[in-house]
């Protein structure tokens, strides 16, 4: 997991329960998602060939690639399903006074 400075995305309800969205925070392009009401982040490019996630509905913790279809868990950057081999990014993340927040490395 990637660990950086804490910046604010959205408020909890901009991200609906099986739902991802996405953000540019600092330098990256982030999916942030919402599983059952919890969030987690991942790097909104697909590893198998760069594709963004986009807005997607969740299959429960799965995020889908609307390219080639690879999927992932999105609580541990994890493959579940090829064309993809490789795991993407996570980032931490928190929610404070209604906002979620993703840590990013500062460039
Ligand atoms: S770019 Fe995501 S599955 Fe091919």
Request: charged content about 30%.
């Given at each position: 997991m990637?660990?950086?400075?804490?910046?604010?995305?959205?408020?909890?309800?901009?991200?609906?329960?099986?739902?991802?969205?996405?953000?540019?925070?600092?330098?990256?392009?982030?999916?942030?998602?919402?599983?059952?009401?919890?969030?987690?982040?991942?790097?909104?490019?697909?590893?198998?060939?760069?594709?963004?996630?986009?807005?997607?509905?969740?299959?429960?913790?799965v995020?889908?690639?609307?390219?080639?279809?690879?999927?992932?868990?999105?609580?541990?950057?994890?493959v579940?399903?090829?064309?993809?081999?490789?795991?993407?990014?996570?980032?931490?993340?928190?929610v404070?006074?209604?906002?979620?927040?993703?840590?990013?490395?500062?460039?």
């Amino acid at each position: 997991m990637t660990e950086g400075t804490f910046q604010r995305v959205a408020k909890v309800d901009e991200i609906p329960v099986g739902e991802s969205r996405s953000f540019e925070v600092g330098y990256e392009r982030i999916a942030v998602c919402n599983v059952e009401g919890k969030f987690y982040a991942i790097e909104d490019v697909c590893t198998h060939d760069g594709s963004p996630f986009q807005t997607r509905r969740l299959l429960g913790s799965v995020i889908e690639c609307p390219r080639h279809g690879a999927r992932f868990d999105v609580t541990t950057g994890e493959v579940r399903r090829m064309p993809a081999i490789a795991p993407v990014r996570t980032f931490p993340t928190k929610v404070e006074d209604g906002e979620v927040y993703v840590a990013v490395e500062e460039e």
